[in-house]
């Protein structure tokens, strides 16, 4: 069990639950092509307790290393890019835009993962194993995530129309790569 402990493991303990993440995110995406939205959030969350745990663990335990990061980074990028916009666009632009409206919708859409992606590859390139800063510059994904689902939530419940929920998406979008200062908890 000496290898869950050591930072040149590829299944340390802090890989292990990024793992765990990536299975969460992979289950959502599931979750979501049977319409069971409320299954694929909940899995959503479960890789966000994860996607915290793994860090604070890969701190504590100096397991970070450049595989951990990289790991990380696509773990990321499953459960907070293209989870959400996923669920967005099954729950809410496949149901009631069409033509022209579902065609913005989608390149909205992968404008938002698009700009999810460059976030996270930007983040890698300036990363250090073990490093932490005092804050983010731009949104980090997470809270991007955060974001959209309560944009979900606004749009289910009838507090915001469709044209909203593409507008906020682009903001959300444009802010992960923004010179937002967001402080590091």
Same mark, same amino acid.
């Given at each position: 069990?000496?290898?869950? !402990?050591?930072?040149?493991?590829?299944?340390?303990?802090?890989? *292990?639950? #990024?793992? @765990?993440?990536? #299975?969460?995110?992979? =289950?959502? #995406? !599931?979750?979501?092509?049977?319409?069971?939205?409320?299954?694929?959030?909940?899995?959503?969350?479960?890789?966000?307790?994860? +996607?915290?745990? +793994?860090?604070?663990?890969?701190?504590?335990?100096?397991?970070?290393?450049?595989?951990?990061?990289?790991?990380? $980074?696509?773990?990321?990028?499953?459960?907070?890019? *293209?989870?959400?916009?996923? *669920?967005?666009?099954?729950?809410?632009?496949?149901?009631?835009?069409?033509?022209?409206?579902?065609?913005?919708?989608?390149?909205?859409?992968?404008?938002? @993962?698009?700009? %999810?992606?460059?976030?996270?590859?930007?983040?890698?390139?300036?990363? +250090?194993?073990?490093? /932490? $800063?005092? !804050?983010?510059? %731009?949104?980090?994904?997470?809270? %991007?995530?955060?974001?959209?689902?309560?944009? !979900?939530?606004? $749009?289910?419940?009838?507090? *915001?129309? +469709?044209?909203? /929920?593409?507008? =906020?998406?682009?903001?959300? %979008?444009? $802010?992960?790569?923004?010179?937002?200062?967001?402080?590091?908890?």
């Amino acid at each position: 069990m000496k290898f869950l !402990y050591n930072a040149s493991s590829h299944f340390n303990l802090a890989n *292990l639950f #990024t793992f @765990v993440n990536i #299975t969460a995110g992979l =289950l959502a #995406t !599931y979750f979501i092509t049977q319409n069971n939205f409320f299954l694929a959030i909940i899995l959503a969350w479960v890789g966000g307790a994860f +996607d915290i745990f +793994d860090g604070k663990i890969a701190r504590k335990y100096k397991l970070s290393n450049e595989f951990g990061i990289q790991l990380d $980074s696509f773990a990321d990028f499953l459960s907070f890019v *293209l989870v959400p916009v996923f *669920l967005i666009f099954q729950a809410i632009y496949a149901t009631s835009l069409s033509g022209i409206e579902l065609f913005f919708a989608a390149i909205i859409s992968i404008y938002y @993962v698009i700009s %999810g992606l460059r976030r996270l590859i930007q983040f890698n390139i300036n990363a +250090d194993a073990g490093e /932490v $800063s005092n !804050y983010f510059t %731009g949104v980090p994904t997470p809270l %991007g995530a955060i974001l959209l689902w309560l944009v !979900y939530l606004a $749009s289910t419940y009838g507090f *915001l129309p +469709d044209v909203g /929920v593409l507008v =906020l998406m682009v903001i959300i %979008g444009w $802010s992960l790569n923004s010179k937002i200062k967001v402080p590091h908890p």
